[in-house]
């Protein structure tokens, strides 16, 4: 099955039709203030609101990026037909691959440590930003109990992601962890994410 979560839309559908149209997703940045940078456009994901598959309580628990996981995780295993009830916990797994983990959540906490010490810092900041909490998050929505880690190799995570469900769906692994599930996901832009990739300086 297929989910996705881009700047094109929130809907595979939605996001293949719009592509077809020559349509791009990059536009000027809104979600935070860009007046420092000399790159002021992104690929930036509007209107974010997954109540319809994350309830708000859980909402803050979760850092956007494995909100981004988990909607397209929950689209991609509707449309496939799978049914994880039906199914033993322990041979399904869950491999995700991400470039970064909770950027937003380590900005934000950085920030409250600085400003207001370490004892406002919040306690949800490790579940928040480490890279496997996606991985981690649809394992938990779906029940499931084989493997689940995320995939962290930059541009080329996707790639690497793959053969580790490859790994888990053929022997000896596969005997374990038949049902696998595998996502490639780019973080949500936050004021840290463009610096180095938007300067302008030359390298020293």
């Known amino acids: 099955g297929m989910g996705a979560v881009t700047p094109l839309g929130c809907k595979v559908d939605e996001m293949w039709a719009r592509l077809c ?97 370490p004892e406002r810092v919040s306690a949800f900041t490790i579940p928040k930003m480490m890279l496997n909490a996606a991985a981690g998050c649809v394992s938990i929505q779906f029940g499931l109990k084989g493997p689940a880690y995320g995939v962290v190799t930059a541009c080329a995570s996707a790639s690497f992601a793959a053969p580790g469900v490859s790994r888990h769906a053929t022997p000896p692994y596969g005997r374990s962890t038949p049902k696998t599930r595998c996502a490639k996901r780019a973080p949500p832009l936050t004021p840290a994410a463009p610096m180095s990739s938007v300067t302008t300086r030359p390298a020293r």
């Open 21 to 117: 149209r020559g349509e791009s997703g990059i536009r000027p940045i809104e979600g935070f203030d860009v007046s420092i940078f000399k790159v002021r456009f992104g690929g930036e994901i509007r209107n974010w609101n997954p109540v319809e598959y994350i309830d708000s309580k859980e909402q803050r628990r979760i850092d956007r990026f494995a909100q981004y996981a988990l909607v397209a995780a929950t689209d991609a295993i509707r449309e496939s037909g799978l049914d994880f009830s039906k199914e033993a916990p322990h041979r399904c797994a869950s491999v995700i691959g991400s470039g970064v983990g909770g950027l937003g959540e380590i900005e934000a906490q950085f920030r409250r440590l600085m400003e207001k010490g």
